[in-house]
């Protein structure tokens, strides 16, 4: 099942897709306000989320698609978000290819321990519609698309989409530069839904597309079946040793990167598409 977070003034509403209507479970069960209260219930339940969901479908809550479009923010609301980097080859050439020390990053893709890091805080992150940022003190800024894995207490719940915003000149200085490259205001959008059913996270199509005054300036394809680690590998070493909080988002590598003499601009729409998600439409402005 596909879950949207809608806004809605001071209070939010959750609402799922079934593949063939939109419900808002909100109205049918006021307390279900979030995909966490969904979680937290079934938690308590010890049932599937989707089977609580299920309960709550009404056909008196039926919703139109553009009610949904119009409304739709960050559909889970993680209390860290993390990431994990040169997961997909063509990651750990851009890498390379962008800093003073490029061995390093083959070490890490050729690795038996992957790379984790914290990338961003429920202040930094945004949801689709919404705006992404690149540094003003940073010359080269790309978007990273990457299927994000949904954790609650530390075990698997679902999938969303994720961009890791990232400042490459800056990373490619120094490595020690990273946490400047990847974590600061608006760094980082998740959405526009978190799916529950995906059977094979490894197998799915994705997309990219930069537009810039009307006219696309990059567009590139591939497949999560091309990252050389597996979603749980990437959640056993991001669990191993670390207290996880209850709700968070694993962001599983950078899939797809623009040349090198790209940069985003201010006013720059990004696109993510990832198949059976949906579409993660974010534009950019400078912070």
Same mark, same amino acid.
Request: aromatic residues 6%.
């Given at each position: 099942?596909?879950?949207?977070?809608?806004?809605?003034?001071?209070?939010?509403?959750?609402?799922?897709?079934?593949?063939?209507?939109?419900?808002?479970?909100?109205?049918?069960?006021?307390?279900?306000?979030?995909?966490?209260?969904?979680?937290?219930?079934?938690?308590?339940?010890?049932?599937?989320?989707?089977?609580?969901?299920?309960?709550?479908?009404?056909?008196?809550?039926?919703?139109?698609?553009?009610?949904?479009?119009?409304?739709?923010?960050?559909?889970?609301?993680?209390?860290?978000?993390?990431?994990?980097?040169?997961?997909?080859?063509?990651?750990?050439?851009?890498?390379?290819?962008?800093?003073?020390?490029?061995?390093?990053?083959?070490?890490?893709?050729?690795?038996?321990?992957?790379?984790?890091?914290?990338?961003?805080?429920?202040?930094? %992150?945004?949801?689709?519609?919404?705006?992404?940022?690149?540094?003003?003190?940073?010359?080269?800024?790309?978007?990273?698309?990457?299927?994000?894995?949904?954790?609650?207490?530390?075990? %698997?719940?679902?999938?969303?989409?994720?961009?890791?915003?990232?400042?490459?000149?800056?990373?490619?200085?120094?490595?020690?530069?990273?946490?400047?490259?990847?974590?600061?205001?608006?760094?980082?959008?998740?959405?526009?839904?978190?799916?529950?059913?995906?059977?094979?996270?490894?197998?799915?199509?994705?997309?990219?597309?930069?537009?810039?005054?009307?006219?696309?300036?990059?567009?590139?394809?591939?497949?999560?079946?091309?990252?050389?680690? %597996?979603?749980?590998?990437?959640?056993?070493?991001?669990?191993?040793?670390?207290?996880?909080?209850?709700?968070?988002?694993?962001?599983?590598?950078?899939?797809?990167?623009?040349?090198?003499?790209?940069?985003?601009?201010?006013?720059?729409?990004?696109?993510?598409?990832?198949?059976?998600?949906?579409?993660?439409?974010? %534009?950019?402005?400078?912070?």
């Amino acid at each position: 099942m596909r879950y949207y977070q809608l806004g809605n003034g001071d209070t939010g509403r959750l609402v799922v897709s079934t593949g063939e209507s939109l419900y808002d479970l909100t109205a049918a069960k006021p307390r279900l306000q979030s995909f966490r209260d969904l979680l937290s219930a079934a938690s308590v339940a010890e049932r599937p989320p989707d089977d609580v969901a299920t309960r709550h479908v009404d056909a008196e809550h039926e919703l139109a698609p553009n009610e949904v479009d119009a409304a739709r923010t960050v559909p889970v609301h993680a209390d860290e978000v993390w990431a994990a980097g040169v997961t997909y080859q063509i990651s750990e050439a851009a890498r390379r290819e962008e800093s003073d020390t490029p061995d390093m990053y083959l070490d890490v893709y050729d690795a038996d321990r992957p790379e984790i890091f914290l990338k961003s805080t429920p202040s930094r %992150t945004v949801g689709p519609g919404e705006e992404v940022g690149i540094r003003g003190d940073s010359e080269w800024d790309v978007p990273e698309p990457e299927l994000g894995i949904v954790l609650y207490d530390g075990r %698997t719940v679902g999938y969303t989409i994720g961009n890791d915003m990232s400042s490459r000149s800056i990373e490619g200085q120094n490595p020690l530069y990273l946490p400047q490259a990847k974590v600061y205001d608006r760094c980082c959008a998740i959405g526009p839904s978190v799916v529950t059913d995906i059977a094979d996270p490894h197998s799915l199509d994705l997309s990219m597309t930069i537009h810039r005054d009307g006219e696309c300036v990059y567009s590139g394809e591939t497949n999560t079946g091309e990252m050389v680690r %597996t979603c749980e590998e990437l959640v056993d070493c991001y669990t191993a040793h670390n207290a996880v909080p209850e709700l968070a988002v694993l962001l599983t590598g950078t899939s797809l990167v623009p040349d090198d003499g790209f940069t985003l601009r201010e006013n720059d729409e990004v696109d993510i598409e990832i198949e059976r998600i949906g579409t993660l439409h974010n %534009t950019v402005t400078t912070v």
